[in-house]
């Protein structure tokens, strides 16, 4: 295991999915709802892959700065990383997919590509994920 720098703790609360989270900190405070596609009351509350969604995205994005830097490679202003993770029946339980989409506008996207793929293999939840779920990543520049 590595050294820790950091260590986040979350805890759910109620009914699961349609229970509670918080982190010890106290910034995170939401009420969780199964989403209606998967037959819950779905409405206001987020849910896990919602989580997931926002903190892969927002760590895929750091990373990607971080390999743009090392490249010196200015990533240009309104650069983003969107995530989605779905979840679906997979054997006799459940599993995850995820697309991760950087858009880099106004770079060449041979360089674009390259840096998402780097950016792919640092990232802490590319290599968490890796041979577990199916992660797709793409580069779009306009």
Known sequence: ?????YTAVATSRG????????????VIDEKLAIPKEMGGPGGLHTN???????????????????VARQAKVQLPDGATVTAEVG????GPGFGLAVKLEATLPGLEAGQAN?????AHQVCPYSRATRGNIEVEVTAKTA
């Open 15 to 26: 009914d699961g999915r349609n229970g509670e989270v918080t982190s010890s900190d106290g």
């Open 114 to 118: 390259e840096l998402v793929a780097q």
């Open 48 to 66: 896990p892959e919602q989580l997931f969604a926002a903190g892969y995205s927002a760590c895929f994005h750091s990373a990607l700065q971080a």
């Open 87 to 90: 979840i679906g029946k997979d």
């Open 1 to 5: 295991m590595v050294e820790a720098l």
